[in-house]
């Protein structure tokens, strides 16, 4: 909460950045640890990009919702459980099916990239400085495949 606060006074303090593109975060559904995912959205809102924060416990219909209505170019999603990391590859996979083309950057202690790799339409980052990589690649017009060569 204190992080949350003071990185609030910091953006009052910077005023308006220009917006490099509009993402959401989330942690997959059962994970209530949600400190990286906090991270990473502070770290991508100091970075230029427009955060929507979905929460923890997150389920894919959720995530689907708001790629569907909130006109997002990229989600960012992490779980610190190995339980609960099937939830990405479920939202990457439903993303594509219901033909939503919103790559997922996906990252949390029990995910790496080979899981990663096992799925399209996802990106795996290893730190929030990888979300940001991730998320200039896709705002700039990259499909997932594209920043998954750009950035391996």
């Given amino acids: 909460d204190a992080m949350q606060g003071g990185i609030l006074l910091c953006q009052e303090k910077l005023g308006d950045i220009p917006r490099k593109g ?46 569907r209505e909130s006109g997002l170019q990229m989600i960012s999603g992490s779980t610190l459980m190995s339980t609960t ?22 990252g949390g202690a029990a995910v790496s990239r080979s899981f990663v790799d096992t799925f399209g339409n996802s990106v795996y980052g290893k730190s929030p400085l990888d979300a940001v990589k991730i998320a200039t690649e896709v705002c700039s017009g990259k499909d997932w495949k594209e920043v998954r060569k750009a950035l391996y």
């Fill in 22 to 67: 509009k993402l959401a975060t989330f942690v997959a559904e059962g994970d209530l640890h949600d400190i990286g995912k906090n991270i990473v959205a502070a770290i991508l809102r100091a970075n230029g990009f427009e955060v929507l924060d979905l929460g923890r416990d997150v389920p894919t219909a959720k995530v689907v919702s708001a790629a």
């Fill in 85 to 106: 990391k099937g939830g990405l590859k479920r939202t990457a996979e439903t993303l594509e099916e219901e033909g939503i083309n919103v790559p997922l950057a996906c």
